[in-house]
């Protein structure tokens, strides 16, 4: 009895920001366009004009501010409730084209093909584009392949080749060995520039070399996942889909301030809005944290005195309500606070994460690890948030004016999200 063949398919949302940008204004299309990073720090996202330009990821706001300047770049904060929404529609639409699909990241997605007998891959692939395009405006480009890796590379094609018209199907191609000849061997899915100068030591400089070398050697350089690569660069699946991935280990969210705080008052009304993202986090995957972690230090490029400071505290129930949470972060905020210090970021660590249902309730709680009233109020405010916008309601501890909040001096609106930035139209 034969076996179907697997068939994978990597959708990219090209220049993800910068796209979601282009969406609501269309001006920027042709334009060299770039979106900074949480208190307007870095490049994160870069059009394919910037990038033309010399515009290099992840680079210093500050040190090409006059490249910028002088070649009229459009220069955008990150906006990140509107990029999070756009990603959801993208993904929305993919899964209309199969049964089987993992989000990877907020702009890519698997697709699972091997069923499709009889389909022009091709051409479906050029039909999920414009699909996705028509929807969301969102451009994206598709690698099919046998593997995971291939479809990777594949994916990497389609957004550098104009020929490729945004799709490469690598399955069964004759151009296949020519295609990974062309790929630097740091620029494979899972390689790095860590492992890079090793193998490139050994003679290994593309894709293809690292196809053909030797199985025993790059076990003992690189152990199983090392392996698993050359095996699917050869084209043998390693990496299967995981529709639903396994819920994270821990949850940690934290800032930068957009100024130094110096106020114990400012720096809980930090933490509590923190603790809020995460507590709405963990409640999303269905766990239970039992330790929380707060931390504060001040800038450590900064010539200001220095202080750092973190707290483990081991809850008494494991737990996702947010009020506990908020009473323990804040008064874990008070125990390692100390006067006179410029606070540069803060942040909150949830770890030691429980399934719900496999956490033991206490002896003297009836109602289990999260009272049932108190279970139902996160879920309503939960519900709330997430359709009329985060934030739209939160507790008193996390503020109103909130002077810490990080730089976002070039946002541009969060037209999906919120109703009183909803998009203009003049007639």
Request: include cysteine; aromatic fraction near 8%.
């Amino acid at each position: 009895m034969s076996t179907m063949a697997y068939v994978v398919s990597l959708v990219d949302c090209n220049n993800f920001y910068v796209s979601c940008e282009r969406v609501f204004d269309p001006k920027l299309e042709g334009r060299s366009v770039v979106v900074l990073s949480n208190n307007d720090g870095v490049i994160i996202s870069r059009s394919n004009e910037a990038k033309a330009l010399g515009i290099g990821m992840a680079v210093p706001f500050f040190k090409i501010r006059r490249l910028i300047e002088e070649n009229d770049v459009q220069v955008f904060s990150a906006n990140f409730p509107l990029y999070g929404d756009m990603s959801q529609r993208v993904m929305s639409t993919l899964s209309q084209f199969t049964p089987d699909m993992e989000i990877y990241s907020i702009d890519e997605a698997f697709l699972d093909f091997s069923g499709f007998k009889g389909v022009d891959l091709t051409a479906y692939g050029r039909k999920i584009r414009g699909t996705v395009k028509q929807w969301t405006g969102i451009p994206v480009s598709i690698g099919i392949a046998g593997t995971k890796t291939l479809a990777k590379i594949g994916n990497e094609i389609a957004k550098r080749s104009p020929k490729a018209e945004g799709v490469v199907n690598l399955v069964k191609s004759e151009h296949l060995d020519q295609a990974l000849a062309r790929v630097e061997v740091e620029e494979v899915w899972g390689i790095g520039r860590r492992s890079a100068p090793r193998l490139r030591d050994k003679g290994i400089e593309t894709a293809l070399d690292l196809r053909e070398a030797e199985e025993a050697w790059i076990k003992k350089k690189f152990g199983l996942p090392g392996l698993r690569t050359v095996l699917e660069l050869r084209g043998t699946p390693c990496l299967t889909l995981e529709s639903s991935p396994p819920p994270k280990q821990g949850i940690t969210t934290s800032r930068s301030f957009g100024a130094p705080v110096e106020s114990l008052d400012d720096l809980k009304e930090a933490v509590a809005d923190y603790v809020s993202r995460a507590a709405e986090k963990l409640r999303g995957q269905g766990s239970l944290a039992r330790i929380l972690t707060v931390f504060l230090m001040t800038n450590p490029f900064g010539k200001d005195s220095q202080y750092h400071n973190a707290i483990p505290i081991e809850l008494p129930i494991p737990t996702d309500s947010t009020p506990e949470l908020l009473h323990q972060a804040l008064a874990g905020t008070e125990r390692i606070f100390r006067k006179g210090y410029r606070y540069h970021k803060a942040g909150v660590i949830l770890s030691g994460l429980l399934p719900r249902g496999q956490v033991q309730a206490d002896l003297w709680e009836k109602e289990g690890p999260v009272p049932e009233r108190r279970r139902k109020l996160m879920q309503a405010l939960d519900r709330v948030n997430a359709r009329m916008g985060a934030g739209t309601v939160a507790f008193a501890a996390e503020g109103i004016h909130k002077v810490w909040r990080m730089k976002s001096e070039r946002r541009s609106k969060r037209y999906t999200t919120r109703w009183d930035e909803l998009v203009e139209v003049t007639v």
